[in-house]
């Protein structure tokens, strides 16, 4: 009692209190308890001072061959993260590359044409807007130059004629805004030539002709493109391929007041009906522009 009443102060004294009794601290398990405050010392090779890091730490012998030496970390090394003022590297990812299919040709529909391979594999391919009525019937062989773009939900295969357009195609996705089905378009209402000449001229107008093509991104197409299509040589003044049929029927188009992209266009439907139709495609340049007036 004595000893519990030293743990009262004077007052409580003054009043009669008495302490109570208190729970003992069970002690450690494992050998007898230690003074207080004292600390647990480290072992050579473990942690020591509350420092994080790897230390040289491993399974001993008993549980199989000895450990390997742990790899300390110095100053230069770092740990393994970013480099210090310096950006991290773009992550390396290799893509499946397709850049020319050749087989028989077993369908066509409006921008899209299915290749059947030597191998039996058909392949759907995107191509710009009449080059499949461009391509010659069913059943012959054709030969295109594809771009295969990997999505995170779809792989998609666009083809072109030459590979002077596949090249163009890859140019005109570099600027933002600016995606695969865009650049499809783009070359679809306007020949490769022409795209060439009104990034070269800075014509935004023309650009905008095309669907889906507003003013920030034909701006930003020229602002991008200008000088990075120097490669790709003298488009020269070639407004339409093919025949000389239909060059006149675009011609015939413009003289009715249509403008020059809209009466391709046209002109490139007007044979892709024909020849899903299986009509003969040497018509008259007359013929071919009743049949385009259908599409403007």
Do not use: W
Not at 272 to 293: C, F, S
Request: charged share 30%; hydrophobic share 35%.
């Amino acid at each position: 009692m004595r000893r519990n009443r030293e743990r009262l102060s004077r007052a409580e004294r003054a009043h009669g209190a008495r302490a109570r009794a208190r729970a003992r601290r069970p002690r450690a398990r494992g050998g007898a308890a230690g003074p207080a405050g004292a600390r647990v010392r480290a072992a050579r090779g473990q942690e020591a001072r509350r420092r994080d890091g790897r230390r040289e730490q491993g399974a001993g012998r008993l549980h199989g061959q000895a450990p390997s030496a742990a790899r300390r970390a110095t100053a230069s090394s770092g740990c393994g993260g970013r480099l210090r003022g310096r950006a991290l590297p773009p992550p390396r990812r290799t893509d499946p590359v397709i850049r020319r299919i050749r087989g028989e040709l077993v369908g066509r529909a409006d921008g899209v044409v299915e290749v059947l391979t030597a191998d039996g594999v058909g392949y759907e391919v995107g191509v710009p807007l009449g080059l499949a009525g461009r391509l010659p019937p069913e059943g012959s062989e054709v030969e295109l130059h594809t771009v295969l773009v990997v999505r995170d939900d779809a792989f998609e295969l666009f083809g072109f004629e030459t590979a002077r357009d596949r090249e163009l195609f890859q140019r005109l996705r570099v600027p933002s805004g600016v995606g695969p089905r865009l650049a499809l378009a783009i070359l679809g209402a306007l020949r490769p030539e022409r795209v060439v000449r009104a990034i070269r001229a800075k014509d935004h107008r023309t650009l905008q002709t095309v669907s889906g093509v507003g003013k920030k991104t034909a701006e930003r197409i020229v602002i991008e493109l200008t000088d990075k299509l120097d490669d790709l040589g003298d488009p020269g003044d070639d407004p339409v391929s093919g025949d000389g049929v239909a060059a006149a029927a675009v011609q015939a188009l413009r003289g009715l007041g249509y403008p020059r992209s809209q009466s391709e266009q046209a002109v490139s439907r007007a044979l892709q009906g024909l020849a899903q139709a299986g009509d003969d495609p040497d018509v008259g340049a007359e013929e071919l522009v009743r049949r385009a007036l259908q599409h403007v």
